[in-house]
Each structure stands twice: as structure tokens, then as C-alpha cells.
């Protein structure tokens, strides 16, 4: 009988010792985070916040205001890409470029563009378009503006039109523009008396029931009397 050999116990890892140490770190790693995380939010911009308080107005003068301050544009056509896209809301970089810049080559249109998309930037303190589009412009869709256009059009608000479209605001050598424009208020004014008519028509047949009804009951009252 041959005794076995003794086989040397494998040493364990102290694991208490080595828990204790990632709980350690773990720790050092989240006072870091509670340390510098409030700088981060401080250091970024507040994006919807500021979007959010956005307020146009379209109907009679028009007005601009971002963060409760008022914003005017050291470059009309700036208003005017402003004013359009917020009508449309998507539109092709050329299409822009033609219609105001109608009389400058395709290159020197393009380029005043981007300089107007910059003025609107810097004006508003804010980004409104969506990034990563060459070929056209877009408003952020996460973009929340109070506007009277919005209110009259998708919420059928009559009270919304308070004047005409862009009152008193145009361009010089902008003739496409200029069409659009004069389009746009003769459409606008039109849906408003179509809409007004509507209103108070429906007001009239509401004031014409009762008094219909008086009517016949004053009819039976006096055949029965008679």
C-alpha cells in the first residue's frame, strides 16, 4: 500500500479584500460623478428649454421673441427665411436660394443662404433647423413655437387673425417671394371670412330655433283659442 501523495492546497483569493477594494472604487467613481456633473448641466445649452419659448407672431406686424426677449435680425431676408419656413417647414436649399436670392448665381445664392440660416441662429440664441441636411432645410420637429398661424389654421382659433399676413413686410428684388407673399394673404384672408361666415351663420340657425318654436307655440295658442 502506497500512501498518496499530499497535494498542496491551491491558495484562495482573499476575496473580502478584493470585494472591499471594488466597492472602494466604486464609490471614488460615483463622488467624481456626483462632483462634476452639476458643472456639465450647467455648461450645456439648454436646448428645449430655450425652444420652447420661442413666440411668433404672423397676423398684422409680425414679431419675433426668444426667451421673453424681443428678436430683430440685422438681415431682412433672414426674416423672410425665417417667416417661410415656419410656413412651409421643409424646404430644398435650392428652392430657398432661388426664391431669394433670384437674380445671383446658383453659388453666390447658396452662399448668402447659409449666411442667413447663421443670422437666424445667432438672432434666436438658438438652433432651429435639423442638423445633417445638405440638400434642404428643415425646422427641428422637436421645435415647440407659439405662433398665431399655428393657432388659426390647426386650431381653427378666428380670433388668431388679428390683421394681415405679414403686414407691411416685404422685399426688395424678391419678386418670387413677393408672389408668395401676396398668395398667402389673399389665401389667409379668404379661409378667415369663409370661416367667419361659417360662424356666424351657425350663430343665426342657433338664434332662429327658439324662436321658430315660439312661433308655433303662439300658432296653436291661437287656433285653440279661436
Known sequence: WTKPKTVSAMPFPKFPQVLRKYLDLS?????????????????????????EQLVV?????????????????????????????????RAARGELAGLLWEESDAGSALKNLRHAIYTIRKGLGMEIFSAG?????????????????????????????????????????????????????????TQYLKRLLAEEMEHVAELAVPLTAEAHAGKSWAEAKG
Open 27 to 51: 464609490r471614488a467613481c460615483i463622488l467624481q460623478w456626483q462632483c462634476i456633473a452639476p458643472a456639465l448641466k450647467q455648461s450645456q445649452p439648454e436646448g428645449e428649454n430655450r425652444m
Open 133 to 189: 441636411q445638405l440638400a434642404v432645410l428643415e425646422l427641428d420637429p422637436k421645435l415647440s413655437i407659439q405662433c398665431d398661424l399655428y393657432e388659426f389654421l390647426e386650431k381653427g382659433e378666428l380670433s388668431a387673425y388679428q390683421g394681415e399676413f405679414l403686414e407691411g413686410f416685404s422685399l426688395p428684388h424678391a419678386g418670387l417671394f413677393d408672389e408668395w407673399l401676396t398668395e398667402q394673404r389673399n389665401l389667409l384672408h
Open 57 to 89: 407672431k404672423m397676423f398684422g406686424n409680425p414679431f419675433v421673441s426668444a426667451a421673453g426677449q424681443k428678436v430683430t435680425f440685422s438681415y431682412r431676408k433672414a426674416d423672410a427665411l425665417l417667416y417661410y419656413m415656419l410656413v412651409k417647414k
